[in-house]
């Protein structure tokens, strides 16, 4: 065998290697954070009435937690780079079980608030930490398949956590009602993951015991190599990144997309309960279940085709426009419970798209030294989405009564994001499929 044939041997087996240890562990975790995102959802069906909650103030509270993810996410991923991810990590995920558990006894509104927004606090920087943290171990090429884990464990956390908090709902002991049992065993889970984290993540390949020399060498200098191509071109400061251009509009559209994805998946619980008026907890959590399934095999064929073809363009549009079509659905569904599951779970086939393919193109314009600010400032954008769309979906559900006109928002900001990325895209070149970029190589 050719040194050649040696050289490529230790790269698949590297990739591989690395993709099977670190990625499931990075989906779990995942799943923890948006079973502790999305289960006030599920919670309000009892809480509401219990705390005093109209449909504007849980829209409030749902949203204020990524207020304060907002707030604190660039300097939690500055955090991040300077105590290295498994140290940072594991504050992370520690410190936010034990708040989302407290969120039990939050007694009335105010309690509440203080709750979700100090659990946005002890969050920030989770998710952007990942997609760094992926950029330490995976090539260019691989970086769409690789965040698309995220974002199965971020769909998974949904799919498990519609049934797990419709069963919890149920619970009654200790003098607990099912909601605050909710909280309280939703918040154990990434308190027990933190732990395991500790002992488990390593912060570099030149500290992952599980790969041979040889590995560890390829994978290295394969990562310097990409970083110092990125930063031959893109010699600039911190706050440059912060500030350019082309960060600003990206963190404009994953505000938009924010607002589209995390407005109607806090409401879903409701939206469902709104047509199926005798639905019991359960079978609403059953229900979530479909579009989260309809998104997770969405994000698999969305990431998957666009890393084989190179192309991001169009797949962030049509995926987007997709998004808009199904929450549009929802509109004419009325009393027909199928009509709004359909609905939802055409959304969900359209916003799995832009959520990988829109990292890609963000990894593409930054480098390395920008990105760890950066990531964290463009993954804010959604954390203020997810604070502006759960509570003006709240606002407009208490003004007109019902849903169409939050439907109508929600759609129109999938529309905005794709036409703003339309732009981007043609201006920059970035996205171009790998046959669109040979034919410009060959001009």
């Known amino acids: 065998m050719s040194s050649s044939d040696d050289l490529s041997q230790v790269q698949r087996e590297t990739v591989k290697k690395v993709k099977w240890h670190l990625l499931p562990f990075l989906m779990v975790g995942m799943i923890c954070a948006f079973l502790d995102r999305v289960n006030i959802g599920f919670a309000a069906l009892q809480m509401n009435a219990d705390v005093g909650l109209g449909p504007a103030a849980f829209g409030f509270a749902a949203g204020v937690f990524f207020l304060g993810y907002f707030v604190f996410e660039v300097p939690s991923n500055l955090m991040m780079a300077k105590l290295g991810p498994r140290k940072w990590l594991t504050r992370i995920m520690f410190t936010w079980g034990i708040i989302a558990g407290l969120t039990a006894f939050c007694g009335n509104a105010k309690g509440l608030y203080t709750f979700r927004f100090l659990l946005g606090v002890a969050e920030a920087g989770f998710f952007p930490g990942l997609v760094l943290y992926i950029t330490y171990w995976f090539r260019t090429e691989d970086h769409a398949q690789a965040v ?64 041979r020399p040889e590995q560890k060498e390829w994978l290295t200098k394969v990562i310097a190599a990409e970083n110092a191509v990125k930063e031959t071109a893109k010699r600039i400061s911190v706050a440059q990144a912060l500030t350019r251009p082309g960060t600003l509009l990206l963190f404009l559209v994953y505000f938009l997309t924010g607002i589209g994805y995390l407005g109607q998946q806090l409401w879903m619980p409701q939206l469902f309960k709104s047509v199926g008026k005798n639905l019991s907890s359960m079978q609403i959590g059953m229900l979530t279940m479909l579009p989260a399934l309809c998104t997770m095999v969405a994000l698999i064929f969305w990431s998957r085709h666009s890393d084989k073809t190179g192309e991001r363009h169009w797949h962030f549009c049509i995926a987007a426009y997709v998004a808009a079509c199904g929450l549009l659905l929802y509109l004419f569904s009325a009393n027909s419970i199928s009509l709004a599951v359909l609905g939802i779970c055409i959304t969900g086939l359209g916003a799995a798209g832009p959520q990988a393919i829109f990292w890609t193109a963000v990894t593409q314009l930054l480098g390395k030294k920008e990105a760890v600010a950066a990531f964290a400032l463009i993954n804010s954008g959604a954390a203020l989405g997810g604070f502006v769309g759960p509570y003006a979906t709240g606002i407009a559900r208490g003004i007109f009564g019902n849903y169409s006109a939050a439907m109508i928002l929600l759609a129109s900001v999938y529309v905005v994001a794709a036409l703003i990325m339309h732009a981007f895209f043609i201006k920059t070149g970035i996205g171009k499929s790998k046959a669109a970029r040979a034919r410009l190589a060959t001009t």
Do not use: C, H
């Open 148 to 211: 698309s884990w995220l974002f199965l464990g971020s769909i998974a956390g949904i799919i498990i956590g519609g049934p797990l908090s419709g069963w919890l709902l149920g619970w009654k002991a200790l003098g607990f009602r099912g909601w605050q049992w909710l909280f309280i065993v939703e918040g154990l889970m990434p308190m027990v993951y933190a732990v395991i984290l500790w002992f488990y993540l390593p912060d570099t390949p030149e500290k992952a015991k599980w790969l």
